[in-house]
């Protein structure tokens, strides 16, 4: 397909994707047929351990332009040389697209390497303002090259990088929407219906039991089979923390809303902390050559160590990577299949186990961190009243209790000292659900008209964690910015 064969439903260039194919999408995703199991190369049987390397890559979009424009930060970063890190921005962006020359040397050695990517809709939409051509391309091999795919697994995530627990309910699936959305309209509808995983921002995981029904329900109806969680902020029903046995099968992450409904998905569990070196000097390989076959549902698995960084911040992700990434498979394809330990990526693994026989039935149920404190003060069929009452009375008598969440940088919060990003964010989304959901409801081509797109484009950037990461100031004067512009498309 052409580079830029967007399929938008309007012609403003200055708007992304990001919506006007709901239906027809949410079609596609659902479309249930195996993705890695036609072309993988791996036998299950030949299988002692693997591990599952994630990157994630992201850059915000902010209203910085000569004359105020949305424009991305490594555009930013390009423009302004002279301020903090900023001469970076083309070593990020060699990390954008390193992959596509690093993966096919590789396959020429005769190595069988693996890696997941999670790239914003922010970042993608960026390079696509800058007309950086160097990196589209080579994102365009990443996803759509047939002799790269059974090698590269793209990870779903919200479109603006928004963390779920302080997202509004009603803007979850919106967010997960708009990042299909622009995925297909890049990449192509076949390419979109290959990504199965998602990748939470911030790794940050909704501990509200209706939050986290919510997005988990947002994630099946939107075709997603597994979530990458961290190890830290999900528990065992009876509150214990995970076995280092269980963090190396896959679970079933189990939400129960306070009305009594029931979602579930799939979590691989991405373990340890944040610290890029784990992947950058490859530690989920050098993990996983120590661990063995675990059981599991009547049979025995091989064990897979998980891991996601960021994928170019830090000297260790920008200069040490890429060697220890080729040395590990150099390594891999040396040892032969006899040594058993292998890269797989996280939907390759799955579909292998459910090959061999395994269903979710047979992965342990887990809950977010916890719930099982809350789950134990209330009685059998709580509602949303005793669910409020019960967090405020275990929050009084616990101060560690809390209901905002777990993610990889639990040292900083998206809430406190943020209500001047926060309040404006929620007004901005109940006037935008107040104006549109029932036009949407009427007619829902509403989507494909610029006044909604133009809205919606401010309602997501409103609610990218950038603006929540790095103090008051000039970022939360972006948020402050963004949240005008977005009252003035509605009209109010």
């Known amino acids: 397909m052409p580079l830029f064969d967007y399929l938008k439903p309007v012609s403003n260039p200055s708007l992304p994707p990001i919506a006007g194919r709901e239906a027809e999408i949410l079609a596609l995703v659902q479309q249930q047929q195996s993705v890695f199991l036609p072309t993988t190369n791996l036998k299950l049987e030949q299988i002692r351990s693997g591990f599952a390397c994630a990157l994630h890559m992201h850059q915000p979009t902010i209203p910085a332009g000569v004359n105020g424009e949305l424009i991305s930060h490594l555009q930013y970063m390009v423009e302004h040389p002279g301020e903090g890190d900023n001469h970076n921005a083309e070593a990020f962006a060699h990390c954008y697209r390193r992959l596509a020359d690093i993966i096919p040397q590789l396959i020429a050695e005769g190595a069988n390497p693996r890696i ?28 759509c090259d047939p002799a790269l795919q059974p ?24 967010q997960i929407l708009a990042w299909q959305h622009h995925f297909a309209a890049m990449f192509g509808d076949a390419a979109l219906q290959r990504v199965k995983g998602f990748s939470p921002p911030e790794m940050h995981l909704p501990n509200h039991p209706d939050t986290l029904y919510e997005f988990i329900k947002a994630l099946r109806e939107c075709g997603y089979r597994w979530l990458l969680v961290q190890e830290h902020s999900v528990e065992n029903p009876d509150g214990s923390a995970l076995s280092q046995e269980q963090k190396l099968v896959p679970n079933q992450l189990v939400a129960r809303s306070s009305s009594g409904e029931v979602a579930s998905i799939t979590a691989l569990i991405k373990t340890q902390g944040s610290d890029t070196k784990l992947v950058g000097q490859m530690q989920p390989y050098y993990e996983a050559l120590g661990r063995g076959p675990i059981p599991l549902g009547g049979i025995s698995v091989p064990a897979l160590v998980s891991q996601i960084a960021d994928g170019e911040n830090g000297g260790v992700m920008m200069n040490e990577f890429p060697q220890a990434f080729i040395q590990a498979h150099q390594r891999i394809a040396a040892e032969g299949v006899g040594a058993g330990t292998v890269a797989i990526n996280g939907s390759e693994y799955l579909e292998l186990l459910e090959a061999a026989g395994l269903s979710a039935g047979d992965y342990p149920p887990i809950q977010a961190v916890q719930q099982h404190k809350l789950w134990q003060q209330l009685g059998e069929t709580p509602n949303s009243a005793d669910v409020e009452a019960a967090i405020a009375e275990l929050q009084a008598r616990d101060p560690s209790f809390s209901m905002a969440g777990a993610s990889w940088t639990n040292n900083l919060s998206w809430v406190e000292g943020y209500a001047n990003v926060l309040e404006p964010m929620t007004s901005l989304s109940a006037a935008f659900h107040q104006h549109f959901d029932p036009l949407v409801a009427a007619d829902p081509s509403v989507t494909q008209t610029q006044p909604y797109q133009q809205a919606l484009l401010h309602l997501l950037l409103l609610e990218t964690s950038c603006f929540r990461y790095w103090g008051q100031g000039v970022w939360t004067d972006y948020a402050s910015e963004i949240h005008r512009r977005g009252v003035v498309s509605l009209g109010a």
Do not use: C
Not at 119 to 133: P, T
């Open 116 to 143: 997941m990517l999670d790239y914003s809709g922010n970042l993608l939409w960026g390079f696509q303002q800058m007309g950086r051509h160097d990196i589209l391309e080579a994102l365009q091999r990443l996803a």
């Open 151 to 174: 090698h590269v697994e793209w990870l779903g995530t919200f479109w603006s990088h928004a963390v779920a627990p302080s997202t509004p309910i009603p803007d979850l699936k919106l």
